[in-house]
């Protein structure tokens, strides 16, 4: 199995800068595609920002200049810098992986982190 840890929420006011973290750790052969998720009260999960193994980064338009996705040289850990947040980015935020397992070379399986709470006041 694979466990998804996320850090770095929090409150900050609007133009403010925050740092989320999130660790995957268990029987991980290779990590495809790592990514950042959120979730606002009444509102459906959304695409934040996604990064492959080869460096590729996607974003939502909605942060694009404003969020930044990056991940460590053992590609187990992605990071996503939010600068200039405003109000709207207050959600739930998830971290996603794409892993391929030790003993099952063939596909790779979807996990999700716990969710970390930012807040952005105005």
């Known amino acids: 199995q694979v466990q998804l840890v996320e850090s770095g929420g929090g409150l900050v006011q609007a133009g403010g800068s925050l740092r989320l973290s999130c660790a995957a750790s268990g029987s991980i052969f290779r990590i495809n595609l790592m990514g950042w998720y959120r979730q606002a009260p009444g509102k459906q999960r959304e695409l934040v920002a996604t990064?492959?193994?080869?460096?590729?980064?996607n974003y939502a338009d909605s942060v694009k200049g404003r969020f930044t996705i990056s991940r460590d040289n053992a590609k187990t850990t992605v990071y996503l810098q939010m600068n200039s947040l405003k109000p709207e980015d207050t959600a739930v935020y998830y971290c996603?992986?794409?892993?391929?397992?030790?003993?099952?070379?063939?596909?790779?399986?979807?996990?999700w982190g716990q969710g970390t709470q930012v807040t952005v006041s105005s």
């Open positions: 990064i492959s193994s080869n460096g590729n980064t």
């Open positions: 996603n992986a794409e892993v391929v397992l030790q003993y099952d070379l063939i596909r790779s399986y979807a996990y």
